[in-house]
């Protein structure tokens, strides 16, 4: 499977963004997917999960309230709505996909969000 993560960009603190993860080579409903982020010097952190029945979705504390995951399995897509800013969510985001059967992990690349305080 290849990831395509785009949507990034440079927003002021409060607005918002959605991140899309375009699925090409395979099925969207055969994996789990997640979003993460990195910020320089930082660890990679896992921000939302979503299973791949869609029926169980996880968030980190920060963003609770704030993101919202989800999938279209007829786009073949993953999205990340992110409401509510802050300058802290600043970083890369990259989509992950685990194929649950092979067990098989996959990453698109990374795209950058900026938000400005």
């Known amino acids: 499977v290849q990831l395509q993560a785009c949507g990034g960009g440079l927003v002021q603190a409060g607005g918002f963004l959605r991140l899309s993860c375009v699925f090409s080579?395979?099925?969207?409903?055969?994996?789990?997917v997640g979003w993460y982020r990195q910020a320089p010097g930082e660890q990679r952190d896992l921000v939302a999960s979503?299973?791949?029945?869609?029926?169980?979705?996880d968030y980190l504390d920060s963003v609770k309230g704030r993101f919202v995951i989800s999938k279209d399995n007829a786009k073949n897509t993953a999205y990340l709505q992110m409401n509510s800013l802050k300058p802290e969510d600043t970083a890369v985001y990259y989509c992950?996909?685990?194929?649950?059967?092979?067990?098989?992990?996959?990453w698109g690349r990374g795209t950058q969000v900026t938000v400005s305080s």
């Open positions: 992950h996909a685990h194929h649950v059967i092979t067990r098989k992990d996959s």
């Open positions: 979503i299973s791949s029945d869609g029926g169980n979705k």
């Open positions: 080579g395979s099925i969207i409903g055969l994996y789990n």
